[in-house]
C-alpha cells in the first residue's frame, strides 16, 4: 500500500508560478511510474504530467513548456514545477502511483491516489 500526500497549491496570480510536492510512503517509491491529474470543477479529471522510473517524462499538450515533473527518490518526492500559470491551470491537482516503470497518461493505469491540492490561478 502507498500513501500519497500532495502539497504546495494555493493561490496565485496569472503568469507566477507554484511548485506541488508529492510525498509517498513505502519503501518501492523508485519503481513506480508517477502522475499527476488535475480535475476543474464540472470538469473531468485531466491528465498533466508523469515521469517513469528511469526519469523519463510526458506531458500534456496543454502544460508542455510551462510544467516540469520531477523526482527525487533519496526523498519519496514528486514534485510538478508550474510555471507561467494560467486562470485555466485552476484545479485540484491530484498526485498519483502506477505500480511498474511504463510511462502511463490513463488515470484508470494508477493504482494509488492522494487527497489533492487546490490551484487557484486569478486573472
Known amino acids: 500500500q502507498v500513501q500519497l500526500v500532495e502539497s504546495g497549491g494555493g493561490l496565485v496570480q496569472a503568469g507566477g508560478s507554484l511548485r506541488l510536492s508529492c510525498a509517498a510512503s513505502g519503501r518501492t517509491f523508485s519503481t513506480y511510474t508517477m502522475g499527476w491529474f488535475r480535475q476543474a470543477p464540472g470538469k473531468a479529471r485531466e491528465f498533466v504530467a508523469a515521469i517513469s522510473s528511469g526519469g523519463s517524462t510526458v506531458y500534456a499538450s496543454s502544460v508542455k513548456g510551462r510544467f516540469t515533473i520531477s523526482r527525487d527518490n533519496a526523498k519519496n518526492t514528486v514534485y510538478l514545477q508550474m510555471n507561467s500559470l494560467k486562470p485555466e491551470d485552476t484545479a485540484v491537482y491530484y498526485c498519483?502511483?502506477?505500480?511498474?516503470?511504463?510511462?502511463?497518461?490513463?488515470?484508470?493505469?494508477?493504482?494509488?491516489w492522494g487527497q489533492g491540492t487546490q490551484v487557484t490561478v486569478s486573472s
Open positions: 498519483a502511483a502506477s505500480v511498474g516503470p511504463f510511462l502511463r497518461s490513463g488515470g484508470h493505469e494508477y493504482n494509488y
